[in-house]
T-cell receptor, first 110, second 117 residues
Framework: RKEVEQDPGPFNVPEGATVAFNCTYSNSASQSFFWYRQDCRKEPKLLMSVYSSGNEDGRFTAQLNRASQYISLLIRDSKLSDSATYLCVVISGNTGKLIFGQGTTLQVKP | DAGVIQSPRHEVTEMGQEVTLRCKPISGHNSLFWYRQTMMRGLELLIYFNNNVPIDDSGMPEDRFSAKMPNASFSTLKIQPSEPRDSAVYFC???????????????FGPGTRLTVL
């Protein structure tokens, strides 16, 4: 089983829709969590960190559920420019390294 | 401000040839990371340096891969000899803080797209 798993999608949604992605992690000792965004043929960029209490940045909300070992990303009022691959990132509880999920692809349609 | 700079952006080579990828981290950053991204395996950490010292190279696939950081502004990842399965996008990233990985935001370079024929 992979240490970090995501549904690859693609998620195809109309502009203005609300969309949510989940990511599960297998190591309960994992401490830090992030969402990165990667546009087609570009480098990954940090979107937001995920805190235990949850955090919000504009239209984006990240949540952590330690009991069920998953993190989520909610995008409200989606824009065409939100089309990208969203990478879930976990700091491994074993090695302390960043472990990237395979990514979830979002396509926002007009 | 200049971000992480990588060269070349694209490299096509034949199996058995030596390949050298280059990275210039953001000025003042103290940690540098080399990643590889493929469709099959996603994004994998190969090696990282703190203050020019290699800290963890357990992600390096095999002895054909080597990385150096002779100074704070330059690093290389070398593959010798290259094989078709090395075809991937190789990213370099840097972060300000030299400490346990993940304690500071990593900034990625644009990547080098390597094709080994």
């Amino acid at each position: 089983r992979k240490e970090v798993e995501q549904d690859p999608g693609p998620f195809n949604v109309p502009e203005g829709a609300t969309v949510a992605f989940n990511c599960t992690y297998s190591n309960s000792a994992s401490q830090s969590f992030f969402w990165y965004r990667q546009d087609c043929r570009k480098e990954p960029k940090l979107l937001m960190s995920v805190y235990s209490s949850g955090n919000e940045d504009g239209r984006f909300t990240a949540q952590l559920n330690r009991a069920s070992q998953y993190i989520s990303l909610l995008i409200r009022d989606s824009k065409l420019s939100d089309s990208a691959t969203y990478l879930c990132v976990v700091i491994s509880g074993n090695t302390g390294k960043l472990i990237f999920g395979q990514g979830t692809t979002l396509q926002v349609k007009p | 401000d200049a971000g992480v700079i990588q060269s070349p952006r694209h490299e096509v080579t034949e199996m058995g040839q030596e390949v050298t990828l280059r990275c210039k981290p953001i000025s003042g950053h103290n940690s540098l990371f080399w990643y590889r991204q493929t469709m099959m395996r996603g994004l994998e950490l190969l090696i990282y340096f703190n203050n020019n010292v290699p800290i963890d190279d357990s992600g390096m696939p095999e002895d054909r891969f080597s990385a150096k950081m002779p100074n704070a502004s330059f690093s290389t990842l070398k593959i010798q000899p290259s094989e078709p399965r090395d075809s991937a996008v190789y990213f370099c990233a840097s972060s300000l803080v030299a400490g346990p990985i993940g304690t500071d935001t990593q900034y990625f370079g644009p990547g080098t797209r390597l094709t080994v024929l």
